[in-house]
Every structure is written in structure tokens, then in C-alpha cells.
């Protein structure tokens, strides 16, 4: 089983920037497929994007995120990241990440069995 924590979250002026960091601990990182996602106030649960066991490949939501979003990870530190540029109002929400051991990139929150506690991201217009 892995822990999961989000931290980098906070208040930012529209149009600036924000990197968001997952650490886990109890398992080796590199063993799973690592999405993140976030709940806007009032909404449900959407994906931003997920990137594979290795880092080799990403892949992001359409329209409300890509070109602005970028996932990395780093296995020896066991840490995911979330860079979002040209941040926006509507960015505002409380970000998640979340590792599946299933191999494939996946954007269903259901193959998710592990999740941080969320971290708040709010953009000030």
C-alpha cells in the first residue's frame, strides 16, 4: 500500500504559475501509474492528466488543461509533480494525486486506488 501527499498548493494571481508535489511513502513510486486531479468547488471530480510507471509518457485532459499543465516524476525521490502555468479562475480547486497499479495511462478515477489528501489551489482573478 502507498501513502500518498500532496503539498504546493496556495493562492495565486491569475496568469501566474504553481508546481504542486506528491511524495509517497510505503511502496516504491515506480510502481504505479500516477494520475492527478481536481474537484472545483460545488463540482465533481475531474481528470488533469497522468503520466506512466517510468515518466515516459504523459497525458492530459483535453482542452482544460493542455499546454498549461505538465507531469513529471522523479522515482528516486518517490515524487510526482503537477507544474500549471497561465493559471486561471476556473483552475481554482483542490488538487489530488493518485497512483494505480493499473499499467496503461488512465483518466477513470475508479482504476485510482490510492489518493493523497488534496491540496487547495485557489487563482484570484
Known amino acids: 500500500q502507498v501513502q500518498l501527499v500532496e503539498s504546493g498548493g496556495g493562492l495565486v494571481q491569475a496568469g501566474g504559475s504553481l508546481r504542486l508535489s506528491c511524495v509517497a511513502s510505503?511502496?516504491?513510486?515506480?510502481?504505479?501509474?500516477m494520475g492527478w486531479f481536481r474537484q472545483p468547488p460545488g463540482k465533481e471530480r475531474e481528470f488533469v492528466g497522468t503520466?506512466?510507471?517510468?515518466?515516459?509518457?504523459?497525458?492530459y485532459a483535453d482542452d482544460s488543461v493542455k499546454g498549461r499543465a505538465t507531469i513529471s516524476r522523479d522515482n528516486a525521490k518517490n515524487t510526482v509533480y503537477l507544474q500549471m502555468n497561465s493559471l486561471k479562475p476556473e483552475d481554482t480547486a483542490v488538487y489530488y494525486c493518485?497512483?494505480?497499479?493499473?499499467?496503461?495511462?488512465?483518466?477513470?478515477?475508479?482504476?485510482?486506488?490510492?489518493w493523497g489528501q488534496g491540496t487547495q489551489v485557489t487563482v484570484s482573478s
Open positions: 503520466i506512466s510507471r517510468s515518466g515516459g509518457s504523459t497525458y
Open positions: 510505503g511502496r516504491t513510486l515506480s510502481t504505479y501509474t
Open positions: 493518485a497512483a494505480t497499479s493499473w499499467g496503461l495511462a488512465t483518466r477513470e478515477i475508479s482504476r485510482y486506488a490510492y
